[in-house]
């Protein structure tokens, strides 16, 4: 809910440059959280991240990103497995960023690579050691006090 709130605060300010992405902190059995290497010839290509993708129109956030997993990792969520824990907003030179970051505990599947970019599980503490996009750099405190 103070998720929810706070992104209304945002509303004023997104324009056609305004990118809504939902990514997922997936956190296994042993407390790690996945992340993913953007392949080079993306954009911000080479840099870590936490899976997820851009809201369709008509899309809510949590149906964004379990479409996102699904196509990404080939795995499934629900929404009552997903939870809110954080957002960022970013302005990179081409476009504006609204990042909404849901933590995922449970889904069913195999984690797999299923878009070319490398899959890493790594401790809240070691994630700083991996150069991330600006927009998602906020999370990585808030999951290491969360975890």
Known sequence: MI?????????????????????????????????????EEKVLGGLW?????????????EEALMRELYEELGINTWKSCLAPISFSYHEYDNFDLLLLLFVCRKWKGMVQSHEGQTLKWVFPQEIQKYPMPDADKPFIPVLRDLL
């Open 3 to 39: 998720l929810r709130r706070n992104i209304l605060k945002l509303m004023p300010i997104i324009g056609p440059r305004m990118i809504i992405v939902s990514a997922g902190a997936l956190i296994d059995i042993d407390g790690r959280v996945l992340i993913s290497k953007r392949p």
């Open 49 to 61: 991240e936490f899976p997820g993708g851009k809201l369709e129109p008509n899309e809510n956030p």
